[in-house]
């Protein structure tokens, strides 16, 4: 039996929703709703060993500000090695001496299938923010005790940001190297 396309619901900018029939155990179907989303990257800006960049970005979703790591949706067709310099630079105003790809993950399966990129930058060259129209972003440094004291605190509860966070560091002493 040939499955029917899926429905696109809403097209948007950055994403598309559609509607799937989904098969269940019992052979039938059921439909569901997907974000179809191109992907992202998140970004650990490393100043130095136990410094790193933090931006305090507004989000219109929630209506306030949240804590977090830069990051930013890949263009239709771009490779997350190009979009994560970019950015950096336009969030952040700075550029990476080196980009290290760290891991990637799915931050919401149950709903898209976007897929994030997560990569550290080091030896950082400040330039100047190049921000959207509709972005409000302001830039901190803090100390990685700092970082993890606010996630522990819930001050950070951006879930991209959490997670790179906690996997960079809890990797970073053992010498573990991502596989390529």
């Known amino acids: 039996m040939r499955s029917k396309p899926p429905e696109i619901l809403v097209q948007g900018k950055r994403f598309r929703v ?11 179907s059921e439909l569901r709703e997907v974000i179809v989303h191109p992907g992202s990257v998140v970004l650990l800006p490393l100043i130095s060993d136990d410094q790193l960049l933090l931006i305090r970005n507004h989000r219109f979703t929630l209506n306030r500000a949240l804590w977090e790591l830069p990051a930013g949706t890949l263009e239709p067709g771009e490779r997350p090695e190009v979009c994560a310099p970019r950015e950096l630079e336009e969030e952040t105003g700075h550029r ?14 149950g709903v898209s299938d976007e897929r994030m990129y997560a990569y550290i930058a ?15 972003i302001e830039v901190h440094q803090r100390s990685v005790d700092e970082v993890l004291r606010m996630i522990r605190e819930r001050e950070i509860e951006d879930a991209k940001s959490i997670a790179t966070v906690l996997y960079w560091y809890t990797n970073r002493r053992s010498g573990y190297k991502p596989p390529a």
């Open 18 to 28: 559609e509607r799937r029939a989904v098969p269940t155990r019992d052979g039938s």
């Open 96 to 109: 990476a001496g080196l980009l290290e790809h760290l891991f990637d993950f799915y931050p919401a399966p």
């Open 122 to 136: 080091r030896d950082l060259v400040r330039t100047s923010q190049r921000l959207d129209p509709t972005e409000q």
